[in-house]
Structures are given as C-alpha cells and as structure tokens.
C-alpha cells in the first residue's frame, strides 16, 4: 500500500493482507471439507446459528414445488418466477443450487453437507436436464 502523500510503499500491510486472504481461504477450504455451508442461507433455509449449519424454514415445501411445477411442460421460466415471485435469474440460481439436495460446493467441487437436502436427487438431475435442454435451445 502507497501513502497518498509521499508515494512509501508499505511491505508490511500488503504482507498482512496476503496473510489475512490465505487464512480465509484456508478457513473456507475448512468448511467445505467439513460439509458446512459458507454463504448466506438460501430460500427455505435459515441458520441454526447454535449448530451453525442450515435449517429448513417454515416455507421450505416451496422448493419442492418449484422444482415439480418446472418439469410440467406447459410451465417455463418466465410463469414460474412471475408465480412464486421470483426474477428469471433468481429462479434459475434457486433450480441449479447443490445445495437443495443437501450438497456444499466451493472451487467447482462438490461434496455432501450437513444439512436436509429439500429435493432429491432424482428430482434435481430432471430439472438439470431440462435447463440444459433450454439452454442448448437458446444457443
């Protein structure tokens, strides 16, 4: 870091925040082989913050639900947010979440959490197919 009046380069600050950048990162690294999650809740879950690990809210049935209505095919994108009040991309970030079927993802791997997965498996790859489809269409 440069002092905006005399142009000195500070080697200890920039050493402390590459220090402080790896520690997170080693405490991310943590969580995730532990199976927690690392971020905010997502839709139907909140922090058990005693436990510290993700835990279904009263409206957690709305995921399921979401997730079956968008395999009807008469439903797309565009009616399924409108309905569950939703943006397109906010219902797509819900449809493509790990993190449902009781998953933790960090650096592009995948592992199993410690919390209630909200839809199973088999409901959730149908629904990755399906987005795949679309987009493979729109392409």
Same mark, same amino acid.
Request: aromatic residues 8%; positive net charge.
């Given at each position: 870091?440069?002092?905006?009046?005399? $142009?000195?380069?500070?080697? &200890?600050? *920039?050493?402390?925040?590459?220090? #402080? $950048?790896?520690?997170?990162?080693? @405490?991310?690294?943590?969580?995730?082989?532990? $199976?927690? *999650?690392?971020?905010?809740?997502?839709?139907?879950?909140?922090? /058990? +913050?005693?436990?510290? %690990?993700?835990?279904?809210?009263?409206?957690? @049935?709305? &995921?399921?639900? &979401? =997730?079956?209505?968008? +395999? /009807?095919?008469?439903?797309?994108?565009? %009616?399924?947010?409108?309905?569950? /009040? +939703?943006?397109?991309? $906010?219902?797509?970030? &819900? +449809?493509? !979440?790990?993190?449902?079927?009781?998953?933790?993802? =960090?650096? @592009?791997?995948?592992?199993?959490? !410690? *919390?209630?997965?909200?839809?199973?498996?088999?409901? =959730?790859?149908?629904?990755?197919?399906?987005?795949?489809?679309? #987009? #493979?269409?729109?392409?």
């Amino acid at each position: 870091m440069k002092c905006p009046k005399c $142009g000195h380069e500070f080697e &200890i600050e *920039h050493k402390m925040e590459e220090e #402080r $950048g790896y520690s997170q990162k080693k @405490g991310m690294i943590k969580k995730f082989s532990e $199976g927690k *999650h690392m971020s905010r809740a997502p839709f139907g879950y909140e922090w /058990n +913050l005693k436990e510290k %690990i993700l835990v279904p809210t009263q409206n957690s @049935g709305e &995921i399921e639900e &979401i =997730f079956e209505e968008f +395999l /009807n095919p008469d439903i797309n994108l565009s %009616i399924l947010a409108k309905k569950h /009040n +939703l943006s397109v991309n $906010g219902l797509k970030k &819900i +449809l493509r !979440n790990f993190a449902y079927v009781g998953k933790v993802k =960090f650096a @592009g791997q995948i592992k199993e959490g !410690n *919390h209630k997965p909200l839809v199973s498996t088999i409901l =959730f790859n149908h629904v990755q197919d399906k987005l795949d489809k679309i #987009r #493979r269409k729109d392409s």
